[in-house]
């Protein structure tokens, strides 16, 4: 009889069995995205798409703001451009580059104000995609799967912050705990807590049970352009909160999401390595990571904010009533306008710069 092929499952089942039959959250969801050939992110599926598979012209788990609409690229050009300008640099460097659609469209505003743009992502089926897509712009674009020890520029990153492992905390019954994830003896996973000094970053008021996510690796990545950015700016956008309202006590079932064929769920442990599993973003715990590696805050805004300072209403001028739905989909507040932010961070800009995007509307204060 033939072996069963293997999953990214199997994956997770071997390393709970060679951990001593438990593994914290972040392990398995990193090796549910991130296993190479089998994870979500590695495994060579159209994870990207406006509509669910099956749909005539459709494909895809969830669409991201570059697919909704070439507006956004643009729009967030006008901004990639002040900071080059700001910083005298002429290099972009863009984290998780998903089908290549936002870097064609930065590249296509930008023209020849970038002289190289450097893609780092650690799926290959992704890089060979984005390959494809962005093969008109010739070797200005190329690959890397690190960061070399020093780097200059503008960094972008969109819903990447979002995609990377968080560690559960759980308090129950007054007691907090990691809740990690076991084999449950018929095939799949249960969770398991185990007592844990590890607490979030404020105290959470009553006595409820409350789960919740903390994220060191977000705070590892953000330490790490730190440490290798010499002069200019970075700008993540992603969904998320400030720290006062992801802790919100009322907020007791933590932000932890699958989606798959453009459908939510909250159960990560089925499905693994076939579906998406995302978090929030704390965006205080980004700032206080920044400022930790020297960098500078230089805006926090809601995604409409951003995009409306850069120039996207008048963008939306020039189409018709029919072709705006979609681009209206980036700025509408109870859609991704709101929930989705922006922040800016630098290091070695003028003290006088105010990027473009933060002109009006500028959150800073409420981080």
């Known amino acids: 009889m033939a072996e069963p092929e293997r999953t990214a499952a199997h994956v997770v089942a071997d390393e709970i069995a060679s951990a001593g039959g438990w593994i914290g959250f972040d392990r398995f969801m ?48 006008v901004q990639v451009a002040d900071a080059l300008e700001a910083s005298d640099t002429d290099e972009v460097w863009e984290f998780g580059a998903g089908t290549g659609a936002l870097a064609a469209q930065l590249l296509g505003a930008l023209g020849e104000r970038v002289r190289r743009y450097t893609i780092v992502d650690l799926s290959g089926t992704l890089r060979a995609r984005q390959a494809e897509t962005l093969a008109a712009f010739g070797d200005r674009v190329r690959w890397a799967e690190s960061l070399p020890e020093t780097l200059q520029g503008v960094v972008v990153g969109n819903e990447v912050l979002d995609a990377m492992p968080v560690r559960l905390l759980a308090r129950v019954q007054g007691a907090w705990f990691e809740r990690g994830v076991v084999d449950d003896g018929r095939g799949g996973f249960a969770w398991s807590d185990r007592p844990t000094d590890q607490r979030p970053p404020v105290e959470i008021a009553g006595p409820h049970d409350y789960l919740t996510e903390i994220h060191p690796q977000g705070r590892a990545f953000v330490a790490t352009l730190g440490d290798r950015l010499a002069r200019g700016a970075v700008f993540l956008i992603d969904y998320g909160f400030p720290e006062a309202e992801y802790y919100h006590p009322q907020r007791h079932m933590g932000t932890v999401m699958c989606h798959r064929e453009h459908r939510a769920d909250s159960d990560p442990l089925v499905d693994v390595g076939v579906k998406d599993i995302t978090a929030h973003v704390d965006f205080t715990d980004v700032a206080v990571a920044a400022q930790d590696a020297g960098l500078e805050l230089l805006g926090y805004a809601s995604q409409a904010h951003f995009l409306y300072n850069c120039g996207f209403g008048q963008m939306l001028d020039t189409l018709t009533p029919a072709q705006r739905g979609l681009p209206l989909h980036l700025v509408n507040e109870h859609e991704m306008g709101e929930l989705f932010k922006v922040i800016a961070l630098g290091r070695g800009l003028p003290a006088d710069w105010m990027p473009v995007g933060f002109a009006h509307g500028d959150r800073s204060h409420r981080l």
Do not use: I
Not at 49 to 64: E, I, S
């Open 30 to 77: 990193a090796l549910a995205l991130y296993t190479p050939g089998l994870g979500y992110y590695t495994r060579g599926a159209g994870q990207f798409g406006t509509m669910p598979a099956g749909v005539k012209g459709g494909g895809g788990d969830f669409v991201t703001a570059p697919e909704l609409s070439p507006l956004y690229g643009r729009a967030l050009a």
